[in-house]
């Protein structure tokens, strides 16, 4: 979200990222009163979405004071380069300092002027990772050392004070407007229960990084968990595989089995015939001639294809496309799939990766899934829940609209016996970088997969997503990843119309 000037807020598209954790950030190079109002209606869409709303005053306090204090850091370079004094001496840090605070406010606008024109931004960036809230505040004006230990020199003393009245009777300091500001936000992080461990200062890639990471609040993430674990009951309902596809299963795992066999009982399954000979008639295999052949067909599969095979097959089977709901999960499904299955193929050299990347992007929302499927009364009985635990209808709300789908997906799949690789990517594929190691790659291809299909939507910004993600794959760019998206776009266009 680049500099506006109105303050209208897509609370859709806030939601959409605060339950896939990916960052919402807000640009400026002057931080007007205007975008001030705009990250405070940001945050408080944030905020009601995470049902944390009693953390809106402390935060849009923090918040500001952090972008205010961006700000300046901006403008104090502008000025001491147009004073021709160095920044990184002391004596000249010194020298410029005596002035800086008169003669910038009183040409503000001027100096505002500069630090646009020389590119000097302020970067609100909100997030929910790993169960925590990050606030990061960011600005591209490296910290000095001075200013570094002027900073850690405020968070040591606020340590001293247990209220504002002592802070503001021992504070005050007119060199730089302050740093009571400072000591104040570490006041009130202490009254939501941190303490200055959840508050940090860094400088990387060029810019000045203020983060605050505190864990959702206890309540709220019990009470979602309580009722996740009343939704995952639910599985126990959901019929296991199909026998004729346990059969398959079993033959597979026997290393006695031949392919003939095998093939055999394949071809006695209309949906899985069907679906094995369009997987190897599709781009993917690159064949001379179509294949016919059920046998044939096995071979070029191989037996780790046939399993993934199987278990898109038997999910589909069981838990049906019929509604226009479900039908939309699994267009995206299928498209996810695509997109991971020629992201690993063509950007990784890594076999296993390649093999599973299509049956993970396409079962990885199997949590979304069963939310469709949920029948009445199963739904009147977590509501009754609810109400008997005094669940608020917000984080009920929130549930069923997904944010906790990752894990519910994962149980089912774990009910069915899927293989770590699959159930992993399932769980971690809107946080890949939390996963098992052996699987990470795995995940992450899906996650940048699923992110590339909202980005081609137009859903996403480019900004939100992770530069890691890009680098794994050798995505060079907004137009490398744009090129990218296109060509599987028109290469799943070209698959669903055979």
């Known amino acids: ?164 009245e002592e802070a503001l009777t021992q504070v005050l300091d007119d060199s730089e407007g302050a740093g009571l500001g400072l000591v104040i936000m570490i006041l009130m992080l202490k009254k939501v229960g941190l303490d200055d461990q959840n508050y940090e200062v860094l400088v990387e890639n060029g810019e000045t990084i203020t983060r605050i990471v505190m864990p959702m609040e206890a309540k709220v993430q019990d009470q979602i968990n309580e009722l996740t674990d009343d939704i995952v009951s639910y599985i126990e309902t959901i019929p296991q595989f199909p026998e004729n596809i346990t059969q398959i299963e079993r033959l597979l795992s026997n290393p006695e089995s031949k392919l003939s066999a095998i093939a055999q009982l394949i071809s006695n399954d209309v949906a899985l015939t069907t679906d094995l ?71 990784l050299r890594n076999r296993i990766v390649t093999e599973d990347a299509y049956v993970c992007g396409l079962l990885h929302d199997l949590g979304k899934i069963v939310f469709s499927i949920m029948h009445p009364d199963f739904l009147k009985k977590i509501t009754a829940f609810k109400a008997e635990h005094n669940i608020p209808d917000k984080v009920f709300d929130s549930l069923l609209s997904g944010i906790n789908h990752p894990e519910i997906g994962a149980a089912l799949a774990e009910k069915w016996n899927f293989p770590p690789s699959l159930v992993t990517a399932i769980r971690y594929h809107h946080s890949p970088e939390t996963a098992p190691e052996e699987f990470r790659l795995l995940a992450t291809t899906v996650c940048l997969s699923d992110l590339m299909i909202h980005f081609s939507d137009g859903e996403i910004e480019f900004y939100q997503i992770d530069p890691k993600f890009l680098k794994t794959f050798g995505i060079a760019g907004e137009p490398h990843l744009r090129k990218i998206c296109e060509s599987f776009q028109k290469g799943f266009s070209a698959e669903q119309s055979k």
């Open 1 to 164: 979200m680049q500099e506006k000037s109105q303050t209208s807020v897509d609370v859709a598209k806030i939601q959409k990222a605060t339950r896939m954790g990916i960052p919402l950030s807000i640009t400026t190079y002057t931080l007007p009163h205007e975008i001030e109002l705009y990250i405070a209606d940001v945050l408080t869409a944030f905020l009601e979405e995470i049902n944390q709303e009693r953390l809106k005053d402390y935060l849009i306090y923090c918040i500001n004071e952090l972008s205010t204090n961006a700000k300046k850091a901006n403008t104090k370079r502008v000025y001491f380069a147009e004073q021709k004094l160095n920044i990184n001496d002391a004596h000249d840090y010194e020298v410029g300092m005596k002035s800086f605070k008169e003669a910038t406010l009183s040409n503000i606008e001027y100096y505002l002027k500069l630090q646009k024109e020389a590119g000097l931004y302020i970067k609100v960036i909100l997030q929910i990772k790993g169960g925590n809230i990050v606030i990061e505040v960011k600005n591209n004006s490296e910290m000095t050392k001075t200013e570094y230990k002027r900073v850690f020199d405020k968070i040591a003393r606020s340590q001293q004070f247990t209220t504002l």
């Open 277 to 347: 000979l369009k997987l190897v008639n599709s781009a993917a295999f690159a064949l001379s001639k179509k294949c016919t052949s059920i046998t044939e067909a096995v071979k070029l599969v191989g037996l780790r294809g046939i399993r993934n095979l199987l278990f898109s097959v038997g999910t589909i089977q069981i838990l049906g496309e019929n509604t226009e709901e479900q039908k939309e999960l699994w267009e995206h499904s299928y498209k996810t799939a695509f997109f991971s299955y020629n992201l690993a193929r063509n950007f």
